[in-house]
């Protein structure tokens, strides 16, 4: 890892562990407790219906004749976020990772590459809520040339199969209707994403309506893509959830119990699909070898 990253990562979990023993260890964990194994296996699973969402975005621009298994961009989507909400480097290293799990499923690099940082841009486009048309037709004369420059920055590997990449990107830039659809489902997942802090809030006991839990997620989103660079947004995501409850009425130790239960969430659903991806990658690497 670049010395840079340590640092970011030393820095946000002093940052956490500051917060924990200010704001008070023993009400966040009574905040925590209260949600018991019971809800907290609902928060799971509510977790897990928004990654299908997030999967069946990225599905929607893959092109016509080209392999459209749900499940396979579910599991990409869901590796891409595991990797980058707990392994110890940025964010952008999750969107590669991503990308290598799909193709482990049998999507071509070239398609893998493209449709990851594509859909990487819609997603962007439906948090950022612009709307009007001007947006949209902004978005398909502008948008593959930032989708290749991001894939040339942070995605350097697709540069091998340069041809087959940038003969993708125009097939998914060249269709209005799976780039609108694309951003509509991201924009759904947007909303549902906050209705988990709300489902939160409620199984410790407290009320926030569901405008002030939209705000919430909305700042939160910008946050932590200020904040890319800090690997897991460690420390960045918790201090964002604890000076942000308090302006809807709701204690810092409310929102540092959310940010643990997600924390937590990321956890037992991220580790068993990261040792999956390592076992197939590991299982590929092997199959080479010996051939």
């Known amino acids: ?12 979990l002093a940052l956490f562990v500051w917060l924990l023993f200010h704001i008070g260890i023993e009400s966040v964990w009574q905040a925590v407790a209260a ?5 907290f296996a ?15 975005a990225w599905l929607a621009l893959i092109p016509r004749g080209s392999p459209r298994s749900l499940v396979t961009y579910i599991i990409g989507r869901q590796t891409r976020d595991s990797a980058g909400d707990i392994l110890p480097f940025s964010q952008l290293g999750g969107i590669v990772i991503g990308a290598r799990a799909v193709i482990l499923r049998g999507v071509s690099p070239p398609l893998a590459f493209a449709s990851t940082i594509t859909d990487v841009t819609t997603e962007l ?14 978005l398909q004369q502008r948008g593959s040339h ?5 894939a040339g920055r942070f995605l350097p590997a697709a540069l091998k199969h340069t041809a087959a990449f940038n003969e993708q990107m125009r097939a998914m830039y060249d269709s209005p209707a799976r780039l609108a659809l694309s951003s509509t489902i991201h924009l759904l997942s947007w909303i549902a ?5 709300w489902l939160s809030v409620r199984l410790i006991g407290h009320r926030l309506d569901f ?44 929102g540092l119990a959310v940010s643990l239960l997600k924390r937590a969430r990321d956890i037992v659903i991220g580790v068993p699909v990261l040792l999956a991806w390592q076992f197939f990658e ?3 690497a092997l199959a080479a070898d010996a051939a």
């Open 146 to 150: 930032l989708a290749e420059r991001l």
């Open 282 to 284: 590991g299982r590929r």
């Open 211 to 254: 405008f002030s839990c939209i705000a919430i997620e909305a700042l939160l989103a910008a946050l932590r893509s200020a904040t890319v660079f800090i690997p897991a947004a460690i420390g960045v995501q918790e201090a964002g959830y604890a000076a942000l409850m308090p302006l809807f009425g709701l204690g810092p130790e409310v």
């Open 35 to 39: 949600v018991g194994f019971g809800g």
């Open 42 to 56: 609902f928060l799971t699973a509510a977790g897990v219906a928004v990654v299908g969402l997030l999967g069946s």
């Open 125 to 138: 486009m439906a948090q950022i809520l612009v709307p009007g048309v001007g947006a949209f037709v902004l």
């Open 193 to 197: 994403a906050a209705g988990l802090i």
């Open 1 to 12: 890892m670049k010395i840079g990253v340590i640092v970011a990562a030393l820095v946000g």
